[in-house]
């Protein structure tokens, strides 16, 4: 069963013993501070030995497991069934305590390591999903858009070795899914990698042009595209009005149908074009 992404607003695992957070993910702002709401709940299970499965506090419910070393808190919108969350935190803790058994059973106090499971969380809670037809596009990191190629917290260790992996792939032509059976990597891991380096900036997100494509003109024709394709680059965009597919424009241009597409798409990442309605066989829209 796919949960709702969009209600988890924070997740935290915390060492039973000592009370020590050794990973923390916020998905989402919270109108409380979600570290205070950790705190306290963690005081009443950690410190007072409280059985505490709930808590709800503005608005926001608390889902709380307990392992064999750490204590899990996941914090969501109020849900009518918050069940499934619940399961999918006790598998989390589960395969926390399973891949870092020694180190929590043996405490040197170092954190670090346990920094790379944040692709395992994000597996079961991405900071959102995609349409796998999505082509990614890496973005170039520069003065103008100092926010692009953030830091990314996960990408430690073999979660890094993997997110650079799936960077090789990214080359603005294979969508999502080509990229995941081409990687050998699980859906969980593509998911949560796609979802790091969207929610981090270092790609866009754009569809495939094909034949059946439906483009509209969204502005004029930059000069450095013209003088790369020639003055007949007008013509096409001009006859890229919403009522015809690519198919219906390749017939009235002087490019084949892949050069074509190859155009459209620079078209598309320049802002020139942009997505229309799909149309039925007899033209008419499908939207």
Not at 8 to 23: A, H, Q, T, W
Not at 78 to 101: C, H, M, N, Q, S
Not at 113 to 122: A, H, N, T, V
Not at 212 to 235: A, F, S
């Amino acid at each position: 069963m796919l949960l709702n992404e969009e209600i988890v607003r924070y997740i935290s695992l915390v060492r039973k013993d000592g009370g020590e957070p050794v990973l923390g993910i916020s998905f989402r702002e919270m109108s409380v501070d979600p570290d205070l709401v950790a705190s306290f709940v963690l005081a009443i299970v950690i410190f007072e030995k409280q059985q505490l499965r709930t808590f709800i506090k503005e608005g926001y419910v608390v889902v709380i497991e307990e392992g064999n070393h750490v204590v899990g808190l996941l914090i969501i919108d109020k849900v009518e069934d918050d069940e499934p969350y619940r399961e999918a935190l006790k598998g989390i803790i589960a395969d926390f305590e399973t891949e870092y058994e020694l180190q929590l059973t043996f405490w040197r106090g170092d954190i670090r390591p346990f920094r790379e499971f944040g692709i395992d969380i994000l597996g079961v809670f991405p900071y959102r999903r995609f349409d796998w037809q999505l082509v990614p596009k890496l973005t170039r990191k520069s003065d103008a858009m100092p926010d692009y190629h953030a830091a990314i917290p996960w990408s430690v260790g073999e979660a890094d070795k993997k997110i650079q992996t799936v960077i090789g792939f990214i080359n603005g032509k294979r969508t999502i899914k080509e990229i995941v059976e081409s990687s050998g990597y699980s859906e969980a891991e593509l998911t949560a990698i796609f979802s790091m380096l969207d929610r981090y900036k270092w790609i866009t997100l754009s569809r495939r042009a094909t034949k059946d494509t439906v483009l509209v003109k969204l502005t004029d024709t930059p000069k450095r595209l013209i003088g790369v394709y020639g003055d007949q680059l007008d013509g096409f965009v001009e006859l890229c009005d919403g009522t015809r597919t690519l198919g219906q424009v390749c017939e009235l241009v002087p490019f084949d149908i892949e050069v074509l597409m190859t155009i459209a798409k620079n078209l598309i990442d320049a802002g020139v074009l942009g997505y229309g309605e799909q149309l039925s066989e007899g033209g008419v829209s499908t939207e």
